[in-house]
């Protein structure tokens, strides 16, 4: 019964997270700030959400299968974000580059 209660608490906890990174993601403008809310629902909504489901699962390759999932969501997440900000980054810079040469 606790562990279907801490479950539960952290599911709510992950999709909190989640659905306040796609209101972010919705009212933010430019393309930077909204790379801050897509950070916040793969580094901590997403992991939260497999590891509440690795914890109802209980012990057992499922739920290690869950866990790694998170794990790997939780460390691609910030290399994606950091990866589109440097793309956005030189893109941005590029018009720049054209009008002094």
């Known amino acids: 019964m606790i562990r279907h209660d801490v479950a539960l608490a952290?599911?709510?906890?992950?999709?909190?997270?989640?659905?306040?990174?796609?209101?972010?993601l919705l009212t933010l403008p430019g393309p930077f700030p909204r790379l801050h809310a897509t950070a916040v629902a793969t580094s901590l909504?997403?992991?939260?959400?497999?590891l509440a489901l690795a914890?109802?699962?209980?012990?057992?390759?499922?739920a290690v299968k869950l866990l790694i999932i998170g794990l790997l969501v939780a460390l691609s997440g910030p290399i994606t974000t950091m990866a589109i900000g440097k793309?956005?980054?030189?893109?941005?810079?590029?018009?720049?580059?054209?009008?002094?040469?």
């Open 87 to 101: 793309a956005l980054r030189e893109q941005s810079a590029r018009p720049r580059e054209r009008r002094t040469s």
């Open 45 to 50: 909504g997403l992991p939260l959400i497999a």
């Open 10 to 24: 952290l599911l709510v906890l992950g999709v909190a997270a989640v659905l306040l990174a796609c209101l972010a």
């Open 55 to 62: 914890v109802d699962t209980g012990p057992g390759r499922g």
